[in-house]
T-cell receptor
Framework: GEDVEQSLFLSVREGDSSVINCTYT??????LYWYKQEPGAGLQLLTY?????DMKQDQRLTVLLNKKDKHLSLRIADTQTGDSAIYFC??????????FGQGTELSVKP | EAGVTQFPSHSVIEKGQTVTLRCDPI?????LYWYRRVMGKEIKFLLH????????ESGMPNNRFLAERTGGTYSTLKVQPAELEDSGVYFC??????????????FGPGTRLTVL
């Protein structure tokens, strides 16, 4: 089946690290993505990881991929109030379409 | 360069009426996708155009939904007649066939459809 699962809410304090988790189902996905949606805006590609990688780091963002467990995580270091948004993980098992999770709403408290 | 634009941003209609959503992709992007997010759930794929051809319409919920992309530029998504369960946010995305080896899709801001 095509199911991507995420927890719905995460609340952290400013300056802490945030970890958003995702499980996916299709091991044939070549790329896995993290998208960010700020209030009133469209989805913005935050980062992606190729399926033969275990980790990718990009400034405050770290993506970890465990292919055996089909588990993807996004860590945001030194979380800021501007990071408050909904974060979606997505896979592309077949062709161009993206299969999204439900989104994790990150709330950052000062 | 202009991003993906969608019109209208909000639409409120009554059950049984018709609504047409429009998407203007990034100029030169051959791939155009429609997605929908209902009631805070996952974003679900509806269909994929390559230029003016429907590449994949496996996500279209039923025959009340009609998508077109005449001339391979902008696309419209018509819902006729609208039902209560059609309420949600409709996203459009586009990507270039030459966009490297990963398919980065650029999303519009979405159209929020409310059916009363």
């Amino acid at each position: 089946g095509e199911d991507v699962e995420q927890s719905l809410f995460l609340s952290v304090r400013e300056g802490d690290s945030s970890v958003i988790n995702c499980t996916y189902t299709d091991s044939s996905s070549t790329y896995l993505y993290w998208y960010k949606q700020e209030p009133g805006a469209g989805l913005q590609l935050l980062t992606y990881i190729f399926s033969n990688m275990d980790m990718k780091q990009d400034q405050r963002l770290t993506v970890l991929l465990n292919k055996k467990d089909k588990h993807l995580s996004l860590r945001i270091a030194d979380t800021q109030t501007g990071d408050s948004a909904i974060y979606f993980c997505a896979e592309t098992p077949r062709g161009g379409k993206l299969i999204f999770g439900q989104g994790t709403e990150l709330s950052v408290k000062p | 360069e202009a991003g993906v634009t969608q019109f209208p941003s909000h639409s409120v209609i009554e059950k049984g009426q018709t609504v047409t959503l429009r998407c203007d992709p990034i100029s030169g992007h051959d791939n155009l996708y429609w997605y929908r997010r209902v009631m805070g759930k996952e974003i679900k794929f509806l269909l994929h155009f390559v230029k003016e051809s429907k590449q994949d319409e496996s996500g279209m919920p039923n025959n009340r939904f009609l998508a077109e992309r005449t001339g391979g530029t902008y696309s419209t998504l018509k819902v006729q007649p609208a039902e209560l369960e059609d309420s949600g946010v409709y996203f459009c995305a586009s990507s270039s066939r030459l966009a490297g080896i990963y398919n980065e899709q650029f999303f519009g801001p979405g159209t929020r459809l409310t059916v009363l």
